[in-house]
């Protein structure tokens, strides 16, 4: 049974950092591309961040390049993200995905999900 379980998330002030895990169980996690989405209410799921199954290779959405950054442990099986300079466009559950081997160009293509974690930025 596959499962990608999201921690981190919380109610923090713009300008705080927070951190993002994801556990994951169930697959070879060294096979999968790893990524972060995002969704805040009234809004389509987006991509936030990928990193490539070696983890030598990373890519971010425009709104959060240089304060965001994607990471993964294979000793581990733990994905995170780095979220530093948090704006309240920042609010939104966040999700944690896995997609065999390449990395998805949208929702349509990733093989698993986690249920989510909430991240809430207010000045």
């Known amino acids: 049974q596959v499962r990608l379980v999201e921690s981190g998330g919380g109610s923090v002030q713009t300008g705080w950092s927070l951190t993002l895990s994801c556990a994951a169980s169930?697959?070879?996690?060294?096979?999968?591309?790893m990524s972060w989405f995002r969704q805040a209410p009234g809004n389509e799921r987006e991509k936030v961040a990928n990193i490539w199954p070696s983890g030598s290779s990373v890519a971010y959405t425009d709104s959060v390049k240089g304060r965001f950054t994607i990471s993964r442990d294979s000793a581990k099986n733990t994905l995170y993200l780095q979220m530093n300079s948090l704006k309240s466009e920042d609010s939104a559950m966040y999700y944690c995905a896995a997609t065999y081997s390449r990395c998805p160009s949208g929702t349509n293509f990733v093989d698993y999900w986690g249920q989510g974690t909430q991240v809430t930025v207010s000045s």
């Open positions: 169930g697959i070879t996690f060294s096979g999968y591309c």
